[in-house]
């Protein structure tokens, strides 16, 4: 019979993690939240282009860019502000996203009434975000 031989593999995190010279994780996301500031207005256009995107989608009623697509890329841009709206803190903004998601996500079934609940999210992010509508619109 033949004796039980361990294994113990390298774990490179623990080393790294043991290592001297590395930063707390405190000093590490300052760090990160000063990029973020670096590039935070350049992300917060880019929200509205897509806000004002998705702004012409719904009220085309994906007629022009075909039904199916326009969900799709619908559902896109909501991901993408979803994810762009919770690195810069915008929750509500983020939340308004995640459930436009929800609503145009795979697997829904996405018939003619799905338009009208699409523009309600679509105004409802461009409040949260500080898009106005026009000049009779108040700021948020």
Not at 49 to 68: D, H, N, Y
């Amino acid at each position: 019979m033949t004796g039980v031989k361990k294994f113990w593999p390298k774990n490179r995190l623990k080393e790294l993690v043991a290592a001297p010279g590395g930063i707390r994780a405190s000093d590490a996301v300052a760090r990160a939240e000063e990029r973020l500031e670096t590039i935070s207005e350049s992300c917060l256009a880019g929200i509205d282009a897509k806000i004002e995107e998705l702004s012409a989608l719904s009220v085309a009623r994906g007629v022009e860019a075909g039904g199916g697509q326009a969900i799709d890329r619908i559902y896109q841009l909501a991901n993408e502000i979803f994810a762009e709206g919770g690195a810069f803190g915008r929750v509500a903004l983020s939340t308004a996203a995640h459930s436009l998601c929800d609503l145009t996500g795979p697997g829904n079934e996405n018939d003619g009434g799905v338009w009208d609940a699409i523009e309600v999210h679509v105004q409802s992010m461009r409040v949260r975000h500080g898009v106005h509508f026009g000049a009779n619109f108040p700021a948020p």
